[in-house]
């Protein structure tokens, strides 16, 4: 109860990912975080691996001891470094202004805008629902096809158009309980008509 209060005052973030982009728009203010989507990464004298820059900027001034690391660039599919993209998303919510302040965490949409041909898997849908909440989404959505128009949009009664085929598990479980309470049954009723005639 008191998370569906939080999620009232939480400010809406809409995430489009592209390989050779990253943009992150505050619905409210039309405020955004729209860069190239790299991770620089330093290795320092004792091994210890630390974030030193990010974006294009960042690409075009890589040291020797640095590596440049794109999230998001893979040939078979979009997210291809969990870590590195969680890192870059937490990087880009807290760059918003109304982020900053002090306001419950986030809700937010994600859009991949392309490698979805055919739509996404469940693996691919649970994996960048995990990449919003690790960067601290309180509530995610997931969203594939045509951008988006932020102006006026109701996170609360957007609806997922990416349903169809998708590993539902508390379904599968649902239907496991139902197929033991029948098994149990049958065993019991079995057992009273045996003994008992």
């Known amino acids: 109860m008191f998370l569906n209060f939080m999620?009232?005052?939480s400010s809406v973030l809409y995430v489009q990912i592209w390989e050779e982009r990253l943009k992150v728009t505050d619905v409210a203010n039309d405020e955004s975080f729209d860069d190239l989507p790299?991770?620089?990464?330093?290795?320092?004298?004792?091994?210890?691996?630390?974030?030193?820059?990010i974006g294009k900027r960042a690409a075009n001034s890589v040291k020797q001891n640095e590596i440049a690391v794109n999230p998001f660039s893979h040939p078979r599919a979009l997210l291809s470094n969990f870590y590195v993209g969680e890192k870059l998303l937490q990087h880009a919510f807290k760059s918003l202004g109304s982020i900053k302040s002090f306001r419950p965490?986030?809700?937010?949409?994600?859009?991949?805008?392309?490698?979805?041909?055919?739509?996404?898997?469940?693996i691919e849908e649970r994996a960048f629902r995990e990449l919003a909440l690790g960067a601290g989404a309180i509530d995610i959505k997931i969203h594939v096809g045509k951008p988006l128009n932020t102006y006026g949009f109701q996170f609360d009664e957007f609806q997922e158009e990416n349903k169809e085929?998708?590993?539902?598990?508390?379904?599968?479980?649902s239907f496991s309980y139902i197929a033991t309470f029948l098994i149990y049954f049958f065993i019991v009723i079995f057992a009273v008509w045996y003994f008992g005639g």
Do not use: C, W
């Open 7 to 9: 999620k009232r005052f």
């Open 105 to 122: 965490r986030p809700k937010v949409v994600m859009h991949p805008m392309e490698k979805t041909e055919g739509g996404l898997t469940a």
């Open 165 to 173: 085929g998708i590993y539902n598990e508390d379904t599968k479980q």
């Open 38 to 53: 790299i991770v620089v990464i330093q290795t320092q004298e004792k091994g210890k691996k630390v974030i030193s820059g």
